[in-house]
Nanobody, 125 residues
Framework: QVQLVESGGALVQAGGSLRLACAAS????????MSWFRQTPGKEREFVAG????????DYTDSVKGRFTISRDNAKTTVYLQMNSLKPEDTATYYC??????????????????WGRGTQVTVSS
């Protein structure tokens, strides 16, 4: 049974930092591209950051470039999202996702096979 479990969400002031973690189990972790998406009520799930199977390649949505860093520890089957200089518009539920596609880091949510339940990030102004 595949499980992706996110942690690290919290209430933080604007300008602050958080580190999200997603622990994966029940899958061959190194076979999967891992990504973070986020969603707010009434809006579609949005790609935030992705990392290739080896960790050599990363991709970010423009609004988080220079502030967020995605990384993975394949030995611990965990992917991280370091979020710095947080802004109120970063407020969302953040989801971890796993994609078996080899060639690219997909920014499309429907390409991802497995999802976590999400962790809430709230940034106050």
């Amino acid at each position: 049974q595949v499980q992706l479990v996110e942690s690290g969400g919290a209430l933080v002031q604007a300008g602050g930092s958080l580190r999200l973690a997603c622990a994966a189990s029940g899958l061959t972790f190194t076979s999967y591209t891992m990504s973070w998406f986020r969603q707010t009520p009434g809006k579609e799930r949005e790609f935030v950051a992705g990392i290739s199977r080896s960790g050599a390649r990363t991709d970010y949505t423009d609004s988080v470039k220079g502030r967020f860093t995605i990384s993975r520890d394949n030995a611990k089957t965990t992917v991280y999202l370091q979020m710095n200089s947080l802004k109120p518009e970063d407020t969302a539920t953040y989801y971890c996702a796993a994609d078996l596609t080899i060639a690219v880091i997909s920014t499309t949510s429907r390409d991802y096979e497995y999802w976590g339940r999400g962790t809430q990030v709230t940034v106050s102004s």
